[in-house]
T-cell receptor, first 113, second 114 residues
Framework: AAGVIQSPRHLIKEKRETATLKCYPIPRHDTVYWYQQGPGQDPQFLISFYEKMQSDKGSIPDRFSAQQFSDYHSELNMSSLELGDSALYFC????????????FGQGTRLTVV | GDSVTQMEGPVTLSEEAFLTINCTYTATGYPSLFWYVQYPGEGLQLLLKATKADDKGSNKGFEATYRKETTSFHLEKGSVQVSDSAVYFCALIPPGGGYNKLIFGAGTRLAVHP
């Protein structure tokens, strides 16, 4: 079965640079979620989209932005990167039906040096 | 606000031992409850879920029962294997929240040795 695809799997950037993370949801899933997981931490919700519109916003820094495109893939854009942005970034997708849970990709490991 | 509290790890067990990982939650109304598992270097996998009180979720020998009276959703397995070594996250979807926006507990690391 098709899963959530994230790219790249690993990314190394320098401070103050920009990064773009991509997410391809499970086919027919209309909702995408982005999470950030620091070392030894639980995933923290950043932002979500439903039918290409932002549906919820969590602890996403102003330096980050995201969007969902017409083909339902999503991109997380991160600018003016800081050392503290080093983390695993997960994308998850679901249908817009409460209680199904969300299905996660393998994540992108971002290292800021 | 809504939150999940898990027992601290690591939990270290011998193969074939009985596993319990405690999870309690705080939420208004009836949240949906989940257990996710994260193997080293991988994403989170949905292990099991329950959407209403007294429901039992089960998968791969793991099970958890939604207890409204104790606001708990403890994860159990009768006989663990080395391959069960991973980090386990309890999570909830609040009743009034986004469709499947998850709030996670801190995670419990399980190490099973032969």
């Amino acid at each position: 079965a098709a899963g959530v695809i994230q790219s790249p799997r690993h990314l190394i950037k320098e401070k103050r640079e920009t990064a773009t993370l991509k997410c391809y949801p499970i086919p027919r899933h209309d909702t995408v979620y982005w999470y950030q997981q620091g070392p030894g931490q639980d995933p923290q919700f950043l932002i979500s989209f439903y039918e290409k519109m932002q549906s919820d916003k969590g602890s996403i820094p102003d330096r980050f932005s995201a969007q969902q495109f017409s083909d339902y893939h999503s991109e997380l854009n991160m600018s003016s990167l800081e050392l503290g942005d080093s983390a695993l970034y997960f994308c998850a997708s679901s249908l817009a039906q409460r209680g199904l849970g969300a299905f996660f990709g393998q994540g992108t490991r971002l290292t800021v040096v | 606000g809504d939150s999940v509290t898990q027992m601290e790890g690591p939990v270290t067990l011998s193969e074939e031992a009985f596993l319990t990982i405690n999870c309690t939650y705080t939420a208004t109304g009836y949240p949906s409850l989940f257990w996710y598992v994260q193997y080293p270097g991988e994403g989170l996998q949905l292990l099991l879920k329950a959407t209403k009180a007294d429901d039992k979720g089960s998968n791969k020998g793991f099970e958890a029962t939604y207890r409204k009276e104790t606001t708990s959703f403890h994860l159990e397995k009768g006989s663990v294997q080395v391959s069960d070594s991973a980090v386990y996250f309890c999570a909830l979807i609040p009743p009034g929240g986004g469709y499947n926006k998850l709030i996670f507990g801190a995670g419990t690391r399980l190490a099973v040795h032969p």
